[in-house]
Structure formats: structure tokens, C-alpha cells
């Protein structure tokens, strides 16, 4: 088991930062890649990026790119979503999620999931 725990979330203003953090505990974090997922009111939920066991490979949706970055501490077991330039469709409740290396990387093939953090984007 992994147990994933966000943070960071809350009420922004359009145009600015934030970052939010994912703290992972259980079995070994370095074993696994891991995701952050968004899921606005009445869509379903997106992949926005990725990263991989070492963190030198990421992948981003097409509609962050630019916007988003992810990275990871393996010595703190920790995961990191860093959001510029926000927007009000960036409005969601953030996931960070897990799945074991030789999975794909869509949604189904991530089996651990935090509780979610809730952003808002105000304008």
C-alpha cells in the first residue's frame, strides 16, 4: 500500500503561482511513477502531468504545458505540482496519484490515490 496525502490548495487569484504537495508513505516511493489529476464539477477526471520513478522524464497534457511542472524528492517522499499563470479553468480538485513503473500511464493503471486538494481560481 501507498498512502498519498495533498496539500497546498485553496483560494487564488487568476495570473498567480501555486504549488501543491503530495506526501507519500508505505512502500518505497522511488518504485513508483506518479500522476497528478484534475477533476472540475461535471468532467471527468484528467491527467495533467507525470513523472517518472527518477524523475528525469515528465509528461504533460497539452492544455498545461507551459503552466505546469512536476517534480519529485525521493529522499522525502514527496511529489510537487507547480502551477503558473492560473487560470479559472483551472478550478478542480487536484489529485496526486501512484502506479507501479511497467503500468501505462492512463488512468486505470494508477492504483493509489490521495483524498484530493481543492483549487479555485478567482478572476
Known amino acids: 500500500q501507498v498512502q498519498l496525502v495533498e496539500s497546498g490548495g485553496g483560494v487564488v487569484q487568476a495570473g498567480g503561482p501555486l504549488r501543491l504537495s503530495c506526501a507519500a508513505s508505505?512502500?518505497?516511493?522511488?518504485?513508483?511513477?506518479m500522476g497528478w489529476f484534475r477533476q472540475a464539477p461535471g468532467k471527468d477526471r484528467e491527467l495533467t502531468a507525470a513523472?517518472?520513478?527518477?524523475?528525469?522524464?515528465?509528461y504533460y497534457a497539452d492544455s498545461v504545458k507551459g503552466r505546469f511542472a512536476i517534480s519529485r524528492d525521493n529522499s522525502n517522499n514527496m511529489v510537487y505540482l507547480h502551477i503558473n499563470n492560473l487560470k479559472p479553468e483551472d478550478t478542480a480538485v487536484y489529485y496526486c496519484a501512484a502506479r507501479e513503473a511497467y503500468r501505462r500511464n492512463r488512468i486505470e493503471d494508477y492504483r493509489y490515490w490521495g483524498q484530493g486538494t481543492q483549487v479555485t481560481v478567482s478572476s
Open positions: 508505505g512502500r518505497t516511493f522511488s518504485n513508483y511513477a
Open positions: 513523472i517518472s520513478l527518477n524523475g528525469q522524464n515528465t
